[in-house]
């Protein structure tokens, strides 16, 4: 009796886990480009000229103005594209953008600092995050939930448009 007890509730985990996976399949039409409108705090899934999904963001601390150095705490602003994903982010999934481009680096050396990196789309806020708006060092907050399906539909070498 105690075998199928424990054979019953390791099929419980096991049912339980796969409904849980933060990985997701998507089979729709394929993202062609990432549009974000910092000013709207909006991102919009493309497929050609037709809007697939919409999601509300949040930016870096310092909203306003493109990306010029490393800490200024402020979200990219051009064109870029998706370069890689995070399976295993601190930020539940996340998809990195390109971020910074040769201007990017040459701007920042002008200034004699590093353009800094690692700007990606991200889900949200872990325990201890800023509660504020636009709470990210830089990059694209959403939702978790969302982040799933970004995460599922979004592939590396997608372009990306963030406009101000």
């Given at each position: 009796m105690r075998i199928f007890k424990i054979l019953i509730l390791m099929i419980a985990v096991a049912t339980l886990g796969a409904c849980t996976s933060k990985f997701k399949t998507y089979n729709g039409p394929e993202v062609t480009r990432v549009l974000i409108f910092k000013e709207q705090r909006s991102l919009f899934l493309m497929h050609e000229d037709k809007v697939?999904?919409?999601?509300?963001?949040?930016?870096?601390?310092a909203p306003e103005g493109h990306k010029v150095f490393e800490g200024d705490g402020r979200t990219p602003e051009g064109e870029y594209t998706i370069d890689r994903r995070n399976p295993n982010s601190a930020f539940y999934l996340s998809i990195g953008i390109s971020y910074p481009n040769e201007n990017d680096r040459a701007k920042a050396r002008e200034l004699g600092k590093s353009p800094g990196g690692d700007?990606?789309?991200?889900?949200?806020?872990?325990?201890?995050?800023?509660?504020?708006?636009?709470?990210?060092?830089?990059?694209?907050?959403v939702s978790n939930k969302q982040m799933r399906d970004i995460y599922a539909m979004v592939k590396d070498g997608t372009p990306i448009s963030i406009y101000p």
């Open positions: 697939l999904k919409k999601y509300k963001i949040e930016l870096g601390f700007i990606f789309i991200h889900g949200g806020r872990r325990p201890g995050d800023p509660t504020r708006p636009d709470w990210t060092a830089g990059c694209i907050s």
